[in-house]
């Protein structure tokens, strides 16, 4: 019997790094990764033309909206946008419209999302207002819990020390772990509230506010709470020297704690900011050239652990709000990650090694997605092919994605994604989207 499909003529990458093989698909599954003679006949071949083979890659800060907040992005945009930048599983914010905090929410998001997705999704949830429900939301299927310190999303105030202890705990037992936005709110609030008494409207202001020393005491606060609970800390879109600081010594004390960063903060400083204007602002902010070496020196060293998008879309009148404190923070990702990120390999910044390490491997560990995030026999046929040296030039109006605008419209990047294989189905060739929804999955 022939297997479904043979990829032939690739670089794949395995445990033993970059290999000349081909890869055989029968049904949702690889059943070898061999040479060519060695490959079981299968009904459809296709020939790779050298290309380089990843596990299918992970972006684990994804917020594809849709319910009430569809008008933004919903499950359908927002996976062709992850299946276009070679992105095969997402992993869902809870800020939505209801917001996932319940065993019902999550149940309700789930079951919309699963007709209309393209690519993989997993799913985090907000702390539930009852802390007896978060073992149910575990067993339904929420990979991680989100925590924002920045304002209250869930059950819980995030500045109640007791009340984060008990839920920290109860997710402990789940071993599930938790993510956290780290800005202190009360710091922020008040010095929005001095600033806007001064008629400050402007980003100056909005980077005032929104502080490195904000961004560190939330993050000194959250990860000696969570030590205290035994459970795993993911500390998102880390964004200052400061901020790594505190992590790598909380590493080196032996806390279970992990760290995110995202593109836009690796490759943008607030200059790009005060050039882009409110459509380019995100939180935490853009910060300043040292803060960005940092991050690259730190994640060379293999001390961040992964890179997500924090895919985060508005509508352009959100983004275009008169004063800076109602424009809506976050930019489109999904599409420009993966272009970004091998430009920076072909520049030498970052081995393919490394690149799989941030953005399959240890999102797969972390959240513990089963039979993804590597190739080999047995694993989900999960594969995002890269042309290392194909140019293109980004173009923000061409996005999947509802939000076509990105800081970083019109970079030229090299190195792109070719295919995406979602499941063992080809679900984009060149930039073309070819599968229909329902080839992703719910990644429980
Ligand atoms: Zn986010």
């Known amino acids: 019997m022939p297997v479904d499909t043979v990829l032939h003529n690739a670089k794949v990458y395995t445990s033993r790094g970059l290999v000349e093989a081909g890869i055989a698909i029968d049904h949702d599954r690889i059943v070898k990764i061999a040479k060519r003679p060695n490959l079981p006949k299968a ?14 890659i992970i972006d684990s800060h994804v917020h594809l909206r849709d319910q009430e907040l ?44 699963e007709p209309k997705i393209l690519v993989n999704v997993a799913f985090n949830s907000a702390f539930p207002t009852h802390l007896r429900e978060i073992p149910e939301i575990a067993k339904i299927g929420a990979v991680g819990f989100k925590l924002y310190l920045s304002q209250q999303i869930g059950g819980i105030n995030p500045d109640d020390d007791q ?26 609030e008040q010095k929005q509230k001095k600033l806007m008494k001064q008629r400050r409207y402007d980003l100056e202001a909005f980077l005032d506010a929104h502080s490195f020393d904000a961004e560190e005491r939330a993050i000194r606060r959250i990860t000696q709470l969570s030590r205290k609970s035994g459970g795993h800390l993911h500390i998102s879109h880390i964004s200052s020297k400061t901020g790594v600081n505190i992590v790598l010594k909380a590493k080196k004390l032996g806390f279970d704690v992990t760290c995110e960063v995202t593109p836009h903060h690796l490759l943008l400083t ?39 998008s924090d895919h985060a879309p508005h509508s352009l009148k959100e983004k275009n709000a008169e004063s800076v404190w109602d424009v809506k923070p976050g930019i489109a990702g999904l599409e420009t990650m993966l272009p970004l990120l091998l430009t920076q390999v072909n520049k030498g910044r970052l081995t393919i090694k490394r690149l799989v390490q941030l953005t399959c491997e240890n999102p797969a560990r972390i959240y513990r997605v089963k039979d993804r995030g590597n190739l080999k026999k047995g694993s989900i046929a999960d594969i995002t092919v890269i042309d290392l040296r194909k140019e293109h030039r980004i ?12 800081p970083f ?13 979602v499941n063992g189905q080809l679900a984009m060739e060149d930039g073309a989207i070819v599968s229909k929804p329902r080839v992703g999955r719910i990644v429980r």
């Open 43 to 56: 009904s459809c071949q296709i020939d790779l033309k050298g290309s380089i083979a990843l596990p299918g």
């Open 70 to 113: 569809a008008y933004k992005e919903d499950f359908t945009s927002g996976t062709s946008a992850a299946a276009a930048g070679g992105i095969t599983t997402v992993i869902d914010m809870p800020n939505n419209q209801p917001t996932t905090m319940s065993a019902e929410a999550l149940r309700e998001r789930m079951q919309l999302a």
């Open 163 to 188: 009340a984060l202890l008990e839920a920290f705990k109860a997710v402990r037992h789940t071993k599930a772990p938790i993510a956290v936005h780290a800005e202190d709110r009360t710091m922020i």
């Open 270 to 308: 607030y200059k790009n900011l005060k050039k882009g204007g409110n459509t380019a602002l995100e939180v935490p902010p853009l910060r300043g050239p040292s803060d960005v070496a940092y991050l690259w020196r730190n994640l060379q060293k293999g001390l961040v652990d992964t890179i997500a």
């Open 395 to 406: 173009d923000a109006s061409s996005f999947h994605s509802k939000a076509k605008f990105s």
């Open 409 to 421: 419209n019109g970079w030229k990047t090299k190195g792109m994604p070719v295919k995406t294989f």
